[in-house]
């Protein structure tokens, strides 16, 4: 056993922590609204030729194998899982969840750039306009919607119209109406924390704007929050396997400088 198989191992147990740090990220994700799980994907490093397939014996046959050693493997990406979560019902106006495909869009202050989210947890703010329920920034809902300081009732239509009923008034008022966007890619967006994304040359830009319901985007549901996607019965299964694959790997790395010991030993005789 060589030196070589401590580098090996040790790529093994590196990578393992990046699943196991995705896995623990996923748990402590397990509650938050519009959370989409995350997934470690793995790939084998280079190879030590040390015989290529295919050379010709004595007889001028071709070896149908060759010899090649393995160096290790890494992360090779993280892939995010957008699948529709749970509803929740809160009762509350403000909360819409998307039932499909789609992402709403906001103004991010800072930036001046549109960002994007699945959490439909709204507030308002001073100006009485729609934004996303946050104690640090608050980010307006794009196109802004304004609801009248006077409104005793909001609704939010399935596709997207928001209506008020205002004092004096039997009928409904429509005040504005929500757009969703959708992307080629969007396990391609940049993942920004506080349920936010941004768009990058991996997802491209939004490749359609429209009214929920229109054109395969999604409709909404008010009065309930999209829920997690974790599933922890996955996760748990996962974070069993990651820790007894660390423990294959540590084993390992002790066999080798057992090992790498005893030829040190054997050498000075």
Known sequence: MSVQTLYTAATGMDSLQQRLDTIANNLANINTDGYKASRANFQDLFYRQEMLPGIQDQQGNFTPTGI????????????????????????????????????????DPPTGQLIYTRTGSFNLNSNGQMVIGSAL?????????????????????????????????????????????KFINPEGLLKLGENLYQQTDASGPPVLTDNPGNQGLGTLQQNVIEASNVEPVSELIDLITTQRAFELNSQVVQAGDQILQLISTLRRF
């Open 137 to 181: 920034v608050g980010r307006q809902l794009e196109p802004a919607i304004t609801i009248p300081p006077d409104a005793t009732n909001v609704t939010i239509g399935p596709n997207g119209i928001v209506s008020v009923l205002q004092p004096g008034q039997q009928n409904l008022t429509q005040v504005g109406q929500i757009q969703l966007v």
């Open 68 to 107: 090649a050693i393995g160096l290790g493997v890494r992360v090779r990406s993280t892939q995010t899982d957008f699948s529709q979560g749970a509803f929740k019902e809160t009762n509350r106006p403000l909360d819409v969840a998307i039932v499909g495909e789609g992402f709403f869009q906001v103004l």
